[in-house]
């Protein structure tokens, strides 16, 4: 399970890091990623940490087909959270082959974008 403070619930912010953050492109899903070390909902100095928030639609599948792939990616998106910078807004959007995907094959795809977002990879 994804910790209450790294997710991502607020429409504004899922509009944020999708409208002015980088995005990269997998064939199983695309990862958006907007950069930054403050909460315009929160007052004061503190940097909060990396939220994150998922996008799965009903074309990758039926209700548990989606429910299944939203877990997947919460737990891989858990264990990434130290790479991400702090105060970062992460938005993952399932394809559709995502549904039929396993969970290797959805670590892969977003290893890949991550690396590329924060720097890593060449496009």
Same mark, same amino acid.
């Given at each position: 399970m994804l910790p209450t403070e790294n997710r991502l619930r607020r429409r504004e912010d899922f509009a944020t890091a999708v409208r002015r953050g980088r995005r990269a492109g997998r064939p199983l899903l695309v990862v958006h990623l =907007?950069? #930054? &070390?403050? &909460?315009? /909902? *929160?007052? $004061?100095e503190t940097v909060p940490p990396p939220r994150a928030g998922f996008v799965v639609s009903k074309a990758v599948g039926g209700a548990v087909v989606r429910t299944a792939v939203k877990r997947r990616l919460r /737990?891989? *998106? =858990? +264990? =990434?959270?130290?790479q991400l910078p702090p105060g970062s807004l992460v938005v993952v959007r399932a394809l559709p082959g995502a $549904? &039929?995907? +396993? /969970?290797?094959q959805l670590a892969r +795809?977003? +290893?890949?974008?991550?690396? =590329?977002?924060? $720097? #890593? #990879?060449a496009r």
């Open positions: =907007r950069s #930054g &070390d403050t &909460d315009p /909902h *929160v007052t $004061g /737990h891989l *998106v =858990r +264990d =990434r959270l130290a $549904g &039929d995907a +396993d /969970h290797a +795809d977003l +290893d890949a974008a991550l690396q =590329r977002l924060l $720097g #890593g #990879g």
